[in-house]
């Protein structure tokens, strides 16, 4: 059984005819009495999209559904459920689909410790780190951000460096092992592809 990871996904066309053609055709999938193909996720598994818009779920690895989505202008917001990671296959399958656009997406998947963004610019996910608390998530742009709330938490201050926050967290979970004081910090990988 995998560990799921939530993805999320901005499909960015070349221009906005691509991003209704997309929208429409995952909305055409989720209004169907039943999957395009037969599956274990759903009518949004992402092996149904793939085959939907013409490709084979055989050859694209799409272990995953997508769980809402959303249309603005030229882009599509899709959230999804993957194994392990996000699903590089299935991305670059619809970019193929549609010259010229473009998918950015966020993961997380705390099991593995996979955070990752490859919006290197910072379009659509411009925060770099997560705080994952026992209750809620925060997330930052900026280290600056992050220190300020980590002491304002723990009632400290705190150095804007990412050893600091680590080390300034698990001192203060030490001295208050109650389990509402979990947190674990997180940074975004921001990668190539």
Known sequence: MPNWAITNYKFKGADESQAKDLYQKIEALNKMDKPFVENGFGKLWLG??????????????????????DKDGDTVS????????????FRHFIESKYPGSKI???VEESGNLVYATNDREGKY???RYLLDMYDDNEYFCDLESVAKYVGGTIGKEV??????????????????????????????EVCDD
């Open 125 to 127: 996910y411009p925060e």
């Open 48 to 69: 149904c999209v793939v085959n939907y818009l013409g490709g084979d779920y055989e050859t694209v690895y799409c272990r995953g559904e997508i769980s809402s989505y």
């Open 104 to 106: 950015y997406y966020q």
């Open 78 to 89: 899709m959230c999804c459920e993957t194994a392990w990671d996000e699903m590089p296959e």
């Open 159 to 188: 150095k804007p460096d990412v050893g600091a926050i680590e080390t300034a967290i698990d001192e203060f979970m030490e001295e208050h092992p109650e389990e509402e004081n979990w947190m674990s910090f997180h940074v975004f």
